[in-house]
């Protein structure tokens, strides 16, 4: 059964600063997928990585996966208010053709 | 706009009672769509994979009887929650895409289903 691990699960960072979320996962997959999710919404996709290497940048977020290490980071950069969300990874399962969410990382960004 | 569109955003309901949640590709069609649920500051688990025509497979955990998956056409799947209880109470999210979970398709969401049973 594919595990999926993400850390930190919360995150709270001055504005102005960087950091970065890791998403880890157990079983071997070449699909990953990062959603932000504001209080009270549903999904909101940010980046699709569909290869090893794969890197995927939007404003100020920037996503890569590695395959052979299993492991995918969202990297902020100078972060702003409106940033602030649970940030999701999702890894996709071969066997059983679905997504597996990680547990999500919410990000509080202080001005 | 939404591409994937889900019906009612808020229900209320009574203990025992069922609900039916809907859930629309709007644009495109849709042969596979998922259900998940979400209770608050928790993850999204996947209830069940929903197949147009066919009958759903279900997460194992996840009460077949109770949660009524029903994917009658390409564009439509419900969800309906049979003798609901309040442990039912939860975000129900369905998502959906043109062609599977094959690579490089897009995967929609849907805004999100609030069930409170009371």
């Known amino acids: 059964e594919l595990k999926v691990e993400q850390n930190p699960l919360f995150l709270s960072m001055q504005e102005g600063k960087n950091y970065t979320i890791y998403c880890n996962y157990s079983?071997?997959?070449?699909?990953l997928y990062w959603y932000r999710q504001d209080p009270g919404k549903s999904l909101e996709s940010l980046f699709v990585l569909l290869s090893n290497g794969a890197v995927k940048q939007e404003g100020r977020l920037m996503a890569s996966l590695d395959t052979k290490a299993r492991l995918s980071t969202l990297h902020i950069t100078a972060a702003v208010h409106d940033l602030s969300a649970t940030y999701f990874c999702?890894?996709?399962?071969?066997?059983?053709?679905?997504?597996?969410f990680g547990a999500g990382t919410i990000l509080r960004v202080k001005s | 706009g939404a591409v994937v569109s889900q019906h009612p955003s808020r229900v209320i309901c009574k203990s025992g009672t069922s609900v039916k949640i809907e859930c629309r590709s709007l644009?495109?069609?849709?042969?596979?769509m998922f259900w998940y649920r979400q209770f608050p500051k928790q993850s999204l688990m996947l209830m069940a994979t929903s197949n147009e025509g066919s009958k759903a497979t279900y997460e194992q955990g996840v009460e077949k009887d109770k949660f009524l998956i029903n994917h009658a056409s390409l564009t439509l799947s419900t969800l309906t929650v049979t003798s609901a209880h309040p442990e039912d109470s939860s975000f129900y999210i369905c998502?959906?895409?043109?062609?599977?979970?094959?690579?490089?398709?897009?995967?929609?969401f849907g805004e999100g289903s609030w069930l409170t049973v009371v």
């Open positions: 998502s959906a895409s043109s062609q599977g979970l094959n690579p490089g398709n897009t995967i929609y």
């Open positions: 999702a890894v996709f399962m071969e066997y059983g053709n679905k997504l597996v």
């Open positions: 644009d495109f069609q849709a042969t596979t």
């Open positions: 079983t071997t997959s070449d699909r």
